[in-house]
């Protein structure tokens, strides 16, 4: 037996302070998860959290200290930025209680959710997937990923984001309306989570548009920072 075509290669994730590598399985993010995001976005009030995705592939992985570069995406007009801490999963598992959600984190980074909000847009009137505006080629630019025993089990801490020196984007981790814990025990009731799975924990108020040229840069406190051009 062989294969049709040489597979592609595992998507890995450097781990800071060590030569390891965290192999990306899926990348679950969080929809509208910040009050004044939510607000922003049309929307008020605590709804129950909802889900999409994003392929793993789409993954652009920024090592520390480096300038990832993003390709600006076809077909849109109105590429948003979307600052979020990501959270990896170490270990397998469903229907997981908030309370024991933290022995499944393996440990945290920055994240870009990239949105191509022209065609999310379209895609919300329409009642269609956002799969376009949301899971295309490029669209997930991640920093590496610091272990939980480093950081603790994270329920705060400012996180933020710049495009080319001016702020964009800045609020606290604790402003989450649906925390880490929340979302790992409604998200393993949809779907058993597995070591390698990336949650994109939802992104604060500020989103706003990037274009060829820019600079964005993310921190949070313990994660250091993202820095990621438009080319
Ligand atoms: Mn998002």
Not at 67 to 94: F, S, W
Not at 124 to 142: E, H, I, M, N, Q
Request: glycine share 12%; with cysteine; proline share 9%.
């Amino acid at each position: 037996m062989s294969f049709t075509f040489t597979p592609p290669p595992q998507v890995t994730i450097p781990v800071v302070g060590s030569d390891q590598l965290f192999p990306v399985h899926r990348v679950y993010c969080v929809g509208r998860n910040y009050v004044e995001h939510a607000k922003e976005m049309g929307f008020t009030g605590r709804e129950p959290p909802f889900f999409f995705m994003k392929p793993a592939d789409a993954v652009l992985v920024v090592p520390q200290g480096s300038v990832g570069e993003m390709p600006y995406p076809p077909k849109t007009n109105d590429l948003h930025h979307e600052i979020e801490v990501v959270v990896a999963i170490g270990k397998r598992g469903r229907d997981i209680p908030a309370a024991e959600a933290e022995k499944y984190v393996w440990g945290y980074g920055l994240g870009l959710d990239m949105t191509r909000r022209d065609l999310q847009g379209e895609s919300k009137k329409l009642g269609r997937p956002w799969d376009t505006g949301k899971g295309f080629d490029f669209s997930a630019p991640v920093g590496p990923l610091t272990p939980i025993s480093k950081t603790g089990f994270l329920t705060t801490g400012e996180i933020h984001l710049n495009v080319n020196g001016a702020p964009r984007q800045k609020s606290d981790f604790s402003k989450l309306i649906w925390s880490v814990a929340e979302t790992i025990e409604y998200l393993s009731g949809l779907f058993e989570l597995q070591p390698g799975d990336l949650i994109f924990s939802g992104t604060p108020e500020g989103v706003a548009a990037v274009k060829r040229g820019d600079l964005m840069e993310g921190g949070f406190e313990g994660l250091g920072e993202l820095r990621v051009k438009v080319v």
